[in-house]
């Protein structure tokens, strides 16, 4: 009886299985991320007796847009496809009569039913269709439990602070690699695969990632609050972050990052905020007595109202005073040095370059006399001798070029006598 039921399987099952399939998939929400394919079948279709996991050869395979489809046989991936449309299975190791030549068909399916006989009358194998979802895998929340680490950075002003900084957001991702998250997480699910299986995970991978990935962001100088506009540097650093847990473990790319604005703690923004004002001020002489100057104004106004006794105020500000000496005075030689001051005896060269002494350090021409000399070796400005008393000459007068002149405008440079 043994022998006789499994012939009569096996014939009966491969009969049954000549048919042509024809599988697909409705539109994966965004909760599944792998499922298996369904054959189509109607209350006026003849094919409702065939095997669930076998796929005849000539079978239609629907592919929709944002999906991925893969055929599993004895599992073993042999067949991939990703653009939208119709599939056709032409390689199956399951013959039908209905697809290629009939006489090889009919030879084939002999064979077939010959060894599902070996098998009691089962098939003997096992041919799967699985979907996988490739759209954006959105709305995916994460926080950071606890601070991370991010190194503040300005090489201009040569700061360099490490400071705690928490954050929150949403990140979505996608399956880039359907073949490595078959092999690698799913496998041969029996009818679906959900984000709710794998996302613990994946949100611990994420905010793990953070901390390296920030680091790539401080090497760029950015400051905390520059983080969220930076969404694809921030990305970039992420996937190089998670690249050996997944895009190489499980074929899953970071697509996009949505970052609230990142908090830092009080003392970190302060401490921030006192070594740039100090790096700027201490660079600009001006600003430095500016800022000492409102400071010292602002500790008379509160000595003046200093609960104690105006005096014992003015007493603190002065020891306070006292102890700043030094700093104020570097400040004030900082400023001087700064300040660039014309020397008391400065004089102009017809070449265009500043003197103090007696000659041009530029061409070496001498100094101008300006006004007039006197027999008694003074030079004057004014109209009598602020030595002897003597009166100004008519006749002669020197220029501001230092020429020695007769007339009412020098013969050298051509300005009038004045």
């Known amino acids: 009886m043994g022998l006789i039921k499994a012939g009569i399987g096996a014939i009966g099952g491969v009969l049954a299985d000549q048919w042509k399939e024809f599988f697909y998939c409705d539109a994966l929400p965004n909760d599944v991320l792998v499922r298996k394919g369904e054959k189509k079948t109607s209350g006026r279709s003849s094919n409702t007796k065939g095997e669930d996991n076998i796929i005849s050869n000539g079978s239609g395979i629907a592919v929709a847009d944002g999906q991925c489809m893969i055929i599993v046989e004895q599992g073993q991936i042999v067949e991939v496809c ?7 299975y032409d ?15 009919i030879l084939d399916t002999f064979k077939t039913i010959g060894k599902r006989f070996t098998y009691g009358g089962d098939t003997g194998k096992d041919q799967r269709v ?36 928490r954050c929150n957001g949403i990140y ?21 695969y959900t984000r709710d299986q794998i996302d613990d995970q ?29 969404a694809n540097e921030l990305k970039d650093a992420m996937n190089e972050a998670l690249k050996a847990e997944w895009v190489e473990s499980r074929g899953i790319t970071v697509e996009k990052i949505a970052l609230n604005p990142i908090t830092l703690t009080e003392e970190d923004m302060e401490k921030i905020n006192q070594m740039e004002d100090a790096a ?15 400071a010292t104004a602002n500790a008379m106004e509160a000595a003046a109202k200093n609960e104690g006794g105006a005096m014992t105020g003015f007493m603190g500000l002065g020891m306070a005073g006292n102890a700043m000496g030094g700093g ?3 400040a004030q030689q900082f400023y001087n040095a700064g300040v660039q001051q014309q020397p008391a005896d400065g004089w102009k060269c017809s070449c265009g370059a500043t003197a103090s002494g007696k000659f041009c350090s530029n061409c070496g021409a001498q100094k101008p006399q300006l006004g007039w000399t006197c027999s008694c070796g003074q030079t ?29 405008f020098c013969s050298n440079c051509g300005s009038q006598r004045s």
Not at 82 to 88: D, K, R, V
Not at 91 to 105: D, M, N, T, V, W
Request: net charge positive.
């Open 130 to 165: 699985y979907y996988f979802n490739t759209k954006e895998i959105l709305n995916n929340r994460f926080g950071t439990p606890s601070p991370i680490m991010f190194e503040v950075v300005n090489k201009r002003i040569g700061m360099s602070r490490t400071v705690q900084v």
């Open 82 to 88: 990703a653009e939208p449309g119709q599939f056709t």
């Open 91 to 105: 390689s199956s190791s399951e013959p039908s009569i209905f697809a290629g030549s009939l006489g090889r068909s």
């Open 202 to 230: 994946l949100k611990t991978e994420f905010v793990s990632a953070l901390q390296p990935a920030f680091g790539a962001l401080a090497a760029m100088e950015l400051r905390p609050a520059q983080i969220p506009a930076k």
């Open 380 to 408: 004057n400005q004014g109209n009598f001798c602020s030595n002897c008393g003597a009166k100004k000459p008519e006749g002669e007068w020197t220029c501001s070029c230092g020429t020695v002149n007769q007339g009412k």
């Open 280 to 294: 700027t001020m201490g660079g600009n002489a001006f600003m430095m007595a500016g800022r000492m100057t409102d």
């Open 328 to 330: 104020f005075q570097a």
């Open 172 to 192: 979505s991702y996608t399956i880039s690699n359907p073949l490595l998250f078959y092999s690698k997480v799913c496998g041969n699910v029996e009818y679906q």
